[in-house]
């Protein structure tokens, strides 16, 4: 396997943390990217190289995919990671929240696929492994910003991808399902504080308990099969351009769309009115 050049955002912690060790460990030259380049001094030992990068700051990732290419020549493949989950009702939710949600999960990754493309336009090859969510395929209750900015990736990564393909370049879409992460409790967070005192307190906070529950649950699937359907795409010759993965993330799918539209929305209402787990 020949080593490639790979920047990854979101890199500080978790499923971006981890696959940076892994795709090192593997032989490849690693860039990995956040806000907290401390969070990542551990990397160092399997050989990353750790960089701030902000993907709300457009001269903030010039200047790590610049910094890249003065390195190395090249950039084989760009994972757009970081992201995170704002639920709230759409009255609750401060518009400057729903942009920055968009900022983070949806125009930032946009940027960085314009600044890498010029290099693998001129290489001729290059693969961009965008992180959506089966959030991008369904909707759940209180999750509007979340589900539009997943929603919006997907759709971007489908048209990037029948753009680019003449140039060499794949555009694969990981749709994890629920996974051990603290993006639950980081959501539920989220609703408790935008829904307390107004007419959704009550149905927001049943809720924000349901997904703490939810995700400290055992029957959900480990971190470890993101990471790994991440190398699967970073190495395979030929990627899928989709690799749906993770607890229920299928079943999810199927439902949303095989259930008439009320029947779904009825299912998910459930989901604030009484305790779950």
């Given at each position: 396997m020949q080593p490639k050049i790979i920047l990854i955002t979101g890199a500080s912690s978790g499923i971006g943390y981890d696959t940076a060790a892994a795709l090192a460990q593997q032989g490849h030259k690693v860039y990995a990217a956040a806000r907290?380049?401390?969070?990542?001094?551990?990397?160092?030992?399997?050989?990353?190289?750790p960089m701030r990068m902000d993907v709300t700051d457009g001269q903030s990732m010039q200047r790590g995919v610049q910094s890249v290419l003065s390195n190395e020549g090249r950039i084989d493949v760009l994972i757009n990671?970081?992201?995170?989950g704002f639920f709230g009702a759409v009255e609750n939710v401060p518009i400057d929240d729903a942009r920055n949600?968009?900022?983070?999960?949806?125009?930032?990754?946009?940027?960085?696929?314009?600044?890498?493309?010029p290099a693998m336009r001129a290489q001729h090859s290059g693969r961009i492994i965008n992180t959506s969510s089966v959030a991008g395929k369904s909707v759940f209750?209180?999750?509007?910003?979340y589900h539009v900015s997943k929603y919006a990736v997907e759709a971007f990564s489908d048209a990037l991808r029948m753009e680019v393909k003449?140039?060499?370049?794949?555009v694969v879409i990981i749709e994890p399902g629920a996974i051990k992460t603290d993006w639950g409790a980081i959501a539920a967070g989220h609703l408790a504080e935008t829904s307390e005192g107004t007419a959704y307190a009550g149905t927001g906070k049943m809720m924000a308990e349901n997904l703490r529950?939810?995700?400290?649950?055992?029957?959900l699937s480990d971190a470890a099969v993101v990471r790994k359907a991440i190398c699967r795409a970073v190495n395979a010759r030929c990627?899928?351009?989709?690799?749906?993965i993770g607890h229920l993330s299928g079943t999810i799918v199927f439902f949303?769309?095989?259930?008439?539209?009320?029947?779904?929305?009825?299912m998910m209402r459930m989901m604030g009115k009484r305790k779950l787990m």
């Open positions: 907290r380049v401390e969070r990542m001094e551990p990397l160092c030992k399997y050989g990353v190289i990671n970081a992201g995170y949600q968009m900022e983070v999960n949806l125009f930032g990754l946009a940027r960085l696929c314009q600044l890498v493309l209750y209180y999750g509007a910003w003449p140039f060499g370049i794949d529950n939810m995700y400290q649950s055992p029957s990627p899928r351009t989709r690799y749906r949303h769309w095989l259930l008439p539209t009320r029947w779904w929305d009825a």
